[in-house]
């Protein structure tokens, strides 16, 4: 399984805990096709982002203009809390990278054009703290 199936497979099981409260294990498994196995990085990605959720939230409270982490879709809420763990705990991936896997997983998971220039200037302010800390 390469990154992007990583990613896409992470945001499907934090929207998964996120809406029945499962395990993550639970929600990985879920997440996989027949014969089709996890690997670590899919694993990191899941338990790094719900075991930092509370920091990765008031991260994102604080630069959201005109909006509220509860009135984003649980979708857009995954892929962000998804991309700033990337970009405050994955070392081995760039910031930018984190923010364009970001972007093309909003355009692919949301009907709305919109989603991806959202992600983009909420991941971007993030990026800008980060680099500041």
Known sequence: MNRRVARIKSVQAL???EMTGVSAEEAIEATLEKEEEGNDFLLQLVKG???NQKEIDG???SVLEHWT???LSRVDRAILRLCVYEMKYVEDVPVNVSINEAIDLAKGFNAEEEAGKFVNGVASKIASILENE
């Open 59 to 61: 991260l994102l409270d």
């Open 69 to 71: 982490l509860s009135r």
């Open 49 to 51: 982002t719900l075991e």
């Open 15 to 17: 929207y998964q805990v």
